[in-house]
């Protein structure tokens, strides 16, 4: 296969006519092109579509293309191989200006095309793979499986998250000890670096950048990850495809919607609290020498402080904000007492019900506390359960429950609970 770069291909139009104005010159050129080369196909790539998707002549030699593919199925004419749209948001944009004003339709324009079906992520064995090929080439012997394992739960495979992840292990976390093989603890300090809120990358640049661009979206997205709604994917639901299309979502086990990987979802979680906590005219708290103790952080305190935060301040709020904003405002204020020592992260979870698990790290510490919304006690015992099992993961014997009651009559109260083994905290607001 021959690929013939746009500046190259300029070049050759700008040595058979100065300005390209007429486009029966550039079919007559292309097909010349084509037969200079009959056994070397060649394949247009075209970058920046959507920088070029208001410019008339770039959406007619996009039409002439076309016309070219179809008359070269008949026999009647020359053209590329393939071409290549690249930088296009959706080829549907481009439906409008192929057609006059009066015929404009929701049709694309270039309705030639096939599904591409490759998955691009890769799996734990694919980069178990790429793990030996390095620790061959750096002659160590690293838990390859272990580490494999992890780098996927955080990436779900995402090709530059991989890579990226890898790359701080490599460049910023090996060179500062004398043992130069790779452990799982590597990941996890690579993973917080990656979605350390001073640290950003085009890829999550464009990411924030499209949420911003669709108030919709970021709606729903904001749903599924600060209150764990759950929304069918359904690839034909054009919220669901933009979200796709972005590489925000994919299709959870359920059938569900889920925020693609790990990384992705930590770092839309910080940006969104971090708005949110802009958008407070006034904060939220004022830190108190009894939210922490010589281990770390004193959990109880917080959450009972919190509850008495919430009584003093929402107590009158439908229950329509306070499920929407509830959990917020608990996140936000716990962000300055972790005050940049701390560090907390929001872990996916799959079960049916409307809850949040936060993993909070604190002086090399860890806590798990689970926010959800009061169902009645059935509900209660199931996540209580989830709960124990959760912290089972994390070989932890103590957890936390901040139950947000939406009822009229609801109680602020505290009980200690245990559960099979767990000491479990639970707190109502």
Not at 153 to 168: D, E, I, R
Not at 179 to 193: G, Q, R, S, Y
Not at 263 to 271: G, L, N, T, V
Request: aromatic share 12%; with cysteine; glycine share 4%.
């Amino acid at each position: 296969m021959n690929y013939l770069k746009l500046p190259e291909l300029v070049q050759l139009i700008e040595q058979q006519i100065p300005v390209v104005t007429n486009l029966n010159v550039l079919s007559r050129l292309i097909t010349k092109l084509n037969q200079t080369m009959p056994t070397k196909p060649m394949v247009l790539l075209i970058d920046e579509v959507d920088k070029s998707s208001n410019n008339q002549l770039f959406l007619d030699f996009l039409a002439m293309l076309r016309n070219k593919y179809l008359q070269r199925n008949d026999g009647k004419d020359d053209t590329f191989q393939s071409v290549v749209l690249a930088g296009v948001h959706d080829v549907k944009s481009l439906k409008a200006k192929i057609r006059p004003d009066a015929e404009q339709k929701y049709n694309s324009p270039w309705n030639i095309a096939i599904d591409f079906r490759v998955d691009l992520s890769f799996s734990a064995t694919e980069i178990a793979t790429m793990l030996q090929d390095y620790s061959h080439d750096k002659r160590i012997q690293p838990d390859i499986a272990a580490i494999a394992d992890k780098l996927y739960y955080y990436t779900a495979g995402y090709p530059y998250l991989v890579s990226k992840l890898c790359k701080f292990i490599d460049e910023d976390i090996i060179p500062l000890r004398t043992d130069p093989t790779w452990t799982v603890d590597d990941v996890e300090a690579a993973f917080k670096l990656i979605v350390d809120e001073s640290y950003t990358t085009t890829l999550f640049d464009s990411l924030t950048k499209n949420l911003e661009n669709n108030r919709e979206l970021y709606e729903m997205v904001f749903d599924i990850i600060m209150n764990g709604k759950k929304y069918p994917f359904n690839a034909k639901a054009p919220l669901v495809n933009l979200g796709y299309l972005y590489g925000i979502f994919s299709p959870a086990p359920d059938g569900s919607c889920q925020i693609h990987n790990r990384i992705f979802e930590q770092c839309i979680y910080a940006y969104m609290m971090t708005n949110y906590l802009i958008k407070e005219s006034e904060p939220l708290l004022s830190l108190q020498p009894g939210f922490y103790n010589s281990d770390g952080l004193n959990l109880p305190v917080i959450l009972q402080k919190f509850q008495a935060f919430m009584k003093e301040n929402y107590a009158q709020q439908d229950a329509k904000f306070l499920e929407r904003e509830g959990r917020l405002l608990f996140l936000s204020f716990l962000r300055p007492i972790l005050n940049g020592k701390g560090f907390d992260f929001k872990e996916p979870n799959v079960g049916d019900e409307r809850r949040m698990d936060i993993v909070i790290t604190y002086r090399n510490k860890r806590y798990v506390l689970e926010l959800k919304i009061w169902y009645g006690e059935e509900a209660h015992q199931a996540g209580l359960q989830q709960l124990s099992n959760y912290l089972d993961l994390y070989g932890l014997s103590e957890g936390y429950l901040l139950i947000f009651d939406f009822n009229k009559h609801k109680q602020y109260k505290e009980e200690p609970i245990a559960v099979h083994g767990k000491q479990i905290l639970a707190v109502w607001v």
